[in-house]
C-alpha cells in the first residue's frame, strides 16, 4: 500500500494558462475525490468519481474546471484559463465502497497562479 | 452559519496535558464524523472516525460523538510537541452523500 500520490507536487503557472494535476488513489480504492483548501480554511469538495463515473460534483467546480477518470484507477483534473483565486492546495483522497467509507489524502498540488 | 464550525485557536497546552478540540456541524442527518490533523504544509492525516453516539478510543486519542447535541470532539491525553498542528473536523453530511464538509480547523500547541 504505498497511498495516494499526486504530480506535480508544486506547480507555478501564469494566468490565463491551463494545468492539469494527476491523482493515483490507492490501488484497491474505487472512490476518488478532489478538494480545494486555501490558507486558513478546511479543505473543500470539489468532485467524486466511483470507478470511472463521476457522480457528485460541487457548485465550485465552475466550468472552467473538468475532471475525468477514465479506466476507474487515476484521474486528472484539468483547470482552464486559470485565474489568481484558483490558486489554492488540490487535494486528492480516496476510498473503499464499505461501510465506513474512510478517505485518505494525498500529499496535494499547491498550485500558484501569478 | 457554517455547516462544520470549530474554534481557530490557538489552543495551547503544556505537554503532558489533555487537549480538548471541539466542533458542532448543523445537519442532523449527519452519519459519520472524522477527526484530520494537518501539519503545516502538508495534507490531512486521519486521526479518528466516529459514527455512534458516546466515546471511541485510540490510543492517546478519544473521540466523543453526541448527535443530540450535534456535537463530536477530540480529546489527546498526554499531549507532546509533536501533536502541535491543525486539527479538522470532517463531517459526511447526508446519507449517501460522499463528500465530506471541513471545519475551519483548531490549532493545536503543546509547549514542551
Known amino acids: 500500500d504505498t497511498g495516494v500520490s499526486q504530480d506535480p507536487r508544486h506547480k507555478i503557472t501564469k494566468r490565463g494558462q491551463n494545468v492539469t494535476f494527476r491523482c493515483d488513489p490507492i490501488s484497491e480504492h474505487n472512490r476518488l475525490y478532489w478538494y480545494r483548501q486555501t490558507l486558513g480554511q478546511g479543505p473543500e469538495f470539489l468532485t467524486y468519481f466511483q470507478n470511472e463515473a463521476q457522480l457528485e460534483k460541487s457548485r465550485l467546480l465552475s466550468d472552467r474546471f473538468s475532471a475525468e477518470r477514465p479506466k476507474g484507477s487515476f484521474s486528472t483534473l484539468e483547470i482552464q484559463r486559470t485565474e489568481q483565486g484558483d490558486s489554492a492546495m488540490y487535494l486528492c483522497?480516496?476510498?473503499?465502497?464499505?461501510?465506513?467509507?474512510?478517505?485518505?489524502f494525498g500529499p496535494g498540488t499547491r498550485l500558484t497562479v501569478l | 452559519q457554517k455547516e462544520v464550525e470549530q474554534n481557530s485557536g490557538p489552543l495551547s497546552v503544556p505537554e503532558g496535558a489533555i487537549a480538548s478540540l471541539n466542533c458542532t456541524y448543523s445537519?442532523?442527518?449527519?452519519?459519520?464524523f472524522f477527526w484530520y490533523r494537518q501539519y503545516s504544509g502538508k495534507s490531512p492525516e486521519l486521526i479518528m472516525s466516529?459514527?455512534?453516539?458516546g466515546d471511541k478510543e485510540d490510543g492517546r486519542f478519544t473521540a466523543q460523538l453526541n448527535k443530540a447535541s450535534q456535537y463530536v470532539s477530540l480529546l489527546i491525553r498526554d499531549s507532546q510537541p509533536s501533536d502541535s498542528a491543525t486539527y479538522l473536523c470532517?463531517?459526511?453530511?447526508?446519507?449517501?452523500?460522499?463528500?465530506?464538509?471541513f471545519g475551519s480547523g483548531t490549532r493545536l500547541q503543546v509547549q514542551p
Open positions: 466516529i459514527y455512534s453516539n
Open positions: 483522497a480516496s476510498s473503499m465502497t464499505g461501510s465506513t467509507d474512510t478517505q485518505y
Open positions: 470532517a463531517v459526511e453530511a447526508v446519507t449517501g452523500r460522499r463528500a465530506l464538509t
Open positions: 445537519d442532523r442527518v449527519s452519519q459519520s
